[in-house]
């Protein structure tokens, strides 16, 4: 299948420049494409894994994508979705993040020999001559349009900085270089970026009379509108360091039902035809359904290890049964019951001390992290959503210690049905 119909079909675009012209291009040989990403955090999070899926099916489909890490741009900051100015990083901050960042990426492209490409704009950008750029690059923008993008345009309410102002000629100037460098033709980004996007085109044409051409993707929100990878305990990363599997694997069974099909076509390789399934499916197929979303985008992000052992601690936690085999038979999903291991499971180390005295269950709950507060934690118990060991607790100062532990020296708590933490004990 042509690329643009695979990423069409998965729910990918939201608007092309040309789509008639593009779709013809990607069936007809292979294509140059690049996406930037911004270098502000040590780690890329989930809300990166639209444009890294689509390198990827481009990668896949026999086209070359080039990862573009903005070690340039990212001194100034993008202003789009951002309702004030990004901190300024210095330029050490910026360089260990876009080392990070290249690692992250090599994940999922291949950048050996003829592969995907990364590069760092910084290259081409920090050597910029500023009254050479003004008079080549700069004359060709007007500022009435500039002004009309939506990235700009909803900043003026609260305050536009001038080098914020500068950051659509900087990544224009990034499509123009790419096109004649590396004979780049396509530029993907998400739907926040179709102003930037339609900028390069133009300069490109302007200044090197090539043709060019866009593609932007929909800002994936969840359906009940939160925005992709939010949680309680804050952004969830790519990196393991600062997200562990376990828990990434749980954002990702924890998928609401209206969210199903759309994250398993975006967010896995998994044939269509297995997920028009998800349609069809009720109750515990359902909950399986989720298993597979979950254990598939763990692989992909961490490894097949990381994902089977994610998805062994949530079968000891939760009792969970294994996707039966008629469903997704692409998937490498564990098919067959597997003895429990929750050594992947988040742990929470306290005082032997501590045990003996007995620690009141509403104080666990909140220091633990199950809970955002004590009182939340009060109100858990109360409504009856707290459990040590799988019994419900009574009370909220109900004293939790010594003798709840289990044979291997440890103590299950749970939120609800879906969130728990492995208590132990140490030594002193």
């Known amino acids: 299948m042509n690329v643009y119909d695979t990423l069409e079909q998965r729910g990918f675009i939201e608007q092309a420049s040309d789509e008639a012209f593009t779709r013809e291009l990607l069936g007809r040989e292979s294509v140059t494409c690049y996406i930037g990403f911004d270098p502000t955090a040590a780690s890329l999070h989930i809300g990166s894994l639209v444009p890294i899926m689509a390198l990827v099916h481009m990668q896949r489909a026999g086209h070359r994508p080039i990862a573009l890490v903005g070690g340039g741009t990212g001194l100034i900051g993008d202003p789009s979705g951002k309702s004030e100015l990004r901190r300024v990083m210095t330029r050490d901050e910026i360089e260990a993040n876009v080392g990070a960042i290249g690692k992250q990426l090599a994940r999922y492209l291949d950048f050996g020999g003829d592969g995907a490409i990364l590069l760092n704009n910084a290259d081409w950008l920090a050597d910029l001559k500023y009254i050479e750029f003004l008079r080549d690059v700069g004359r ?122 759309r994250f398993l076509s975006l967010f896995t390789f998994l044939p269509m035809e297995e997920i028009a399934a998800v349609g069809t499916l009720a109750d515990a197929e359902l909950n399986m359904a989720k298993s597979v979303l979950a254990f598939e985008a763990t692989k992909i992000t961490h490894g097949e290890e990381a994902a089977r052992a994610a998805w062994k601690a949530a079968a000891a936690a939760f009792g969970s049964r294994p996707v039966a085999d008629g469903l997704f038979p692409s998937s490498t999903i564990p098919r067959e019951k597997e003895g429990g291991d929750l ?46 060991n799988g019994e419900p607790v009574a009370t909220i100062d109900v004293r939790i210690g010594i003798n709840h532990l289990d044979a291997a020296g440890e103590i299950r708590l749970r939120k609800g049905k879906k969130k728990y933490v492995i208590l132990r004990s140490a030594s002193s």
């Open 140 to 261: 060709h923008f007007s500022v009435n349009r500039m002004l009309a993008a939506e990235s700009y345009r909803m900043r003026l309410e609260t305050g536009l900085t001038f080098v914020e102002f500068n950051y659509m000629l900087l990544q224009s100037y990034d499509f123009y270089y790419l096109a004649s460098h590396h004979d780049c033709l396509l530029q993907m980004g998400g739907n926040d970026q179709w102003g930037n996007i339609v900028a390069g085109i133009d300069l490109t044409r302007r200044l090197a009379g090539k043709q060019v051409f866009g593609v932007t993707f929909p800002l994936i929100t969840t359906s009940q509108g939160r925005k992709m990878g939010k949680t309680e305990k804050g952004t969830l990363w790519i990196d393991g360091s600062l997200t562990p599997p376990y828990e990434y694997y749980q954002y990702w069974v924890n998928t609401a039902d209206a969210d199903l099909e």
């Open 343 to 388: 050594s992947a499971a988040p742990t929470v180390t306290v005082k032997k001390s501590s045990l003996e005295e007995g620690i009141p269950a509403f104080e666990l709950f909140a220091d633990t992290g199950l809970c955002a507060s004590r009182g939340e934690a009060r109100r858990l118990i109360a409504q009856g959503g707290a459990y040590v």
